[in-house]
């Protein structure tokens, strides 16, 4: 017996060394080259070789408590805000405070744009997510002009307005739906029409269906082997620039027996199609279709989760739906009888409304993190962020602050009339010069929608304990399978 206590012993032994040895990998690898450096990086834990703290942060969100994964790193090393890892293939640091937020969002010399090159790959090197600062600063304002400012949302209401009134009563007829499926097709539905004009519903749906692919890979890890979502992801992203290539060469073909020099654009695609720099040089095929992709990916897959919660919590909080709906019943009240549908003024009106959707997205939080890579050292709160190294901006951990939101887990508009917020505090669409072109567009869809839904339906949910899923974006695992019925107008 002593024997087998020896062996037993000498195996523990050699695991606990064979771990600590593997644990120091990452510290052999980006750390210790630091030099003294190395002593005023932010407490944290590398993980294991190669994948980091990947499993842990899937384990985490795979499971019902996905903020288990960042518990662990303050119940481990402080409530310090700041914590290095490493992540999606990168010696990172983790930002979770108002403060370290913002500066990481707003200081454009310091941090650029440094998302997981899983993520570039998908969504593309010539897109945003990627782009030097100057080139997208001027893209941003040429294309956010189609989709913002009060002349173009103008424009978009009467065709969002009128999208909504035919889903909402065609769903009516349908029986069991997927009501977050259902409603991701109507905001592509929209987003196709402002960014491409109309096309055929065979592509409109070939379109759809390879989006669905792509986002399940954008969050996953960088593996490209079949089976895997990443390598799904990646065909996906090839017959979506397939699909978007025909469109290009149907445009320019357009362009060049049709269309007259100097006809002012009718979508960003001509826009893109059209657009000089100062030296006379048009955006490649690549280019463009790189800038539609992402367009078209964002522009649609926020609002639609978004506008799926919303309505759920709603539906679950009385209190609330009655609020919002007398709301909706006083805009009707008060505008001109000879007014048919709505206008952007009354929309702006919508005060109780826009903290539903506020509330909403603190909530859910759509975006848990966006990634930037620090140009040089950076000190935050006394810690070094080295040049090279990502910085991962975890919205979830503002959003989810009990300090910051009292109680919040839970969904309460009202919070939203009394409690008072700093920069840094509410990061939805990020902040900064990069923050999301497409915000008000998006806060504009869901309104339309809830404006229609209040004041003439209901949501019965099918399995009202469906549980949630959170890769690669908080939604319930039945896609919220329910009855859309109209309400009685007596």
């Known amino acids: 017996m002593g024997s087998l206590w020896i062996v037993f012993g000498a195996i523990v032994g050699v695991l606990f060394i ?20 190395q002593y005023s990086l932010p407490p944290g834990d590398m993980g294991w070789p190669i994948v980091g703290n990947m499993w842990s942060f899937l384990r985490a969100f795979k499971s019902n408590d996905p903020d288990s994964f960042m518990a662990s790193f303050v119940k481990r090393f ?31 010399e310091k941090f650029v744009p440094g998302w997981p090159q899983s993520a570039v790959e998908l969504i593309g090197e010539k897109s945003f997510i990627k782009m030097p600062f100057e080139e997208h600063k001027r893209l941003r304002r040429l294309t956010s002009s189609s989709i913002n400012g009060y002349e173009a949302l103008s424009v978009y209401l009467k065709k969002i307005e009128e999208v909504v009134i035919s889903s909402l009563e065609k769903w009516t007829h349908m029986g069991e739906i997927e009501f977050l499926t259902q409603m991701r097709k109507l905001t592509f539905k929209i987003i196709i029409h402002i960014f491409l004009g109309s096309e055929s519903d065979h592509v ?38 397939a699909i978007f290539q025909s469109i290009v060469d149907k ?3 357009e362009k060049r027996e049709k269309l007259l020099p100097g006809q002012k654009a009718k979508d960003m695609m001509d826009a893109l199609v059209d657009v000089v720099d100062e030296n006379g040089r048009k955006l490649g095929d690549d280019e463009i279709i790189d800038i539609m992709l992402m367009y078209l990916n964002a522009g649609h ?13 709603l539906q679950r909080h009385p209190e609330f739906f009655k609020k919002a709906k007398e709301e909706q019943e006083e805009i009707l009240r008060r505008r001109p009888s000879t007014q048919k549908g709505l206008k952007l003024e009354d929309v702006r009106k ?12 603190r909530l859910i939080t759509f975006s848990l993190v966006v990634f930037r890579e620090a140009t040089s050292d950076v000190n935050i709160n006394g810690y070094l962020i080295p040049k090279g190294w990502r910085v991962l901006v975890w919205f979830r951990s503002v959003h989810l602050d009990p300090e910051i939101y009292p109680k919040p887990f839970e969904f309460n508009p009202d919070r939203w009339e009394s409690e008072v917020h700093r920069a840094g505090e509410f990061l939805p669409f990020g902040v900064g010069t990069r923050l999301c072109p497409g915000n008000d567009l998006a806060k504009l869809e869901i309104s339309v929608f809830l ?14 304990k469906s549980p949630v899923r959170f890769l690669p974006h908080t939604r319930p695992m039945d896609n919220c399978l329910a009855r859309i019925k109209k309400r009685s107008s007596v």
């Open 18 to 37: 064979l771990r600590t040895l593997l644990k120091s990998v990452n510290w052999l690898l980006y750390e210790a080259k630091l030099g003294a450096k």
């Open 78 to 108: 402080g409530k310090t805000g700041i914590y290095k890892v490493f992540m999606f293939g990168n010696p990172s640091v983790v930002v979770t405070t108002p403060e370290a937020c913002k500066r990481v969002l707003t200081d454009d």
């Open 204 to 241: 409109m749906e070939a379109l759809e269906r390879e989006y669905t692919v792509l986002n399940l890979g954008v969050r996953a890890m960088r593996i490209n082997v079949p089976g895997f979502a990443f390598h799904k992801a990646l065909k996906a992203r090839k017959n979506l620039v």
């Open 251 to 253: 445009r320019k073909n």
């Open 301 to 313: 897959e926020s609002s639609g989760h978004v506008t799926m919660w919303a309505t759920y919590f």
């Open 350 to 361: 919508m005060d109780y409304l826009s903290k539903v959707i506020d509330e909403t997205l």
């Open 451 to 464: 404006h229609h839904f209040l004041l003439n339906y209901e949501l019965e949910q099918i399995n009202p």
